[in-house]
């Protein structure tokens, strides 16, 4: 299988990393690309992972008109929910980030400034994560953002539970009747 990734802010250093491991699955885009307005030389099946959440409605409708428009398929798939216990989970991801912050390489003194004397980048992870929980999409509110696109189209909406987690994963998924 072949993976292209786009981004509007593309981190080329990170793309090139990837590319290393799987040079002959993963190729990408230099150039911005709009997530609501993709090229049309960029073909194929769009997936979001772990993104959606940083659209608002209007964007995030356009991001599904844009796919439906040029007959291409999309994939959306949460890990956080707007759910107590989703919530509650973020608050102990700071507390992940000062166990794993030794063993991420190379080890420099500055992650160990800000995770340990200032503990900068665990307090910040775990409020992101508890901000993207709350700006996630319910299942129902997915539903109604695919709503009315196409009659062309199928649209799959769910919750899928995973192993040894208390969070589901969250989807849409959006597909030509052809």
């Not at 707007?82 to 989970?89: E, F, M, Q, V």
């Not at 980048?121 to 953002?145: A, N, W």
């Not at 040894?164 to 849409?172: A, D, H, Q």
């Amino acid at each position: 299988m072949k993976v292209r990734l786009t981004d509007k802010y593309p981190n080329l250093d990170s793309f090139n990393r990837l590319r290393e491991f799987f040079p002959d699955n993963i190729n990408f885009s230099t150039e911005s690309v709009d997530a609501a307005q993709v090229p049309k030389n960029l073909k194929g099946f769009r997936t979001l992972f772990t993104s959606f959440h940083h659209f608002r409605p209007k964007q995030a409708r356009q991001i599904l008109a844009d796919a439906v428009a040029n007959n291409e398929g999309i994939a959306i798939f949460e890990f956080t929910q707007r759910k107590i216990s989703a919530i509650l989970a973020m608050l102990l991801t700071p507390l992940f980030v000062l166990l794993v912050t030794p063993f991420i390489r190379p080890l420099r003194f500055s992650r160990i400034f800000w995770t340990y004397i200032i503990p900068t980048v665990p307090l910040l992870v775990g409020f992101d994560g508890v901000v993207s929980c709350l700006r996630t999409y319910t299942p129902p509110e997915l539903q109604e953002l695919s709503g009315g696109l196409s009659e062309k189209y199928q649209w799959e909406v769910g919750e899928l539970p995973v192993k040894g987690s208390i969070v589901p994963v969250t989807y849409l998924i959006g597909y030509p009747d052809e």
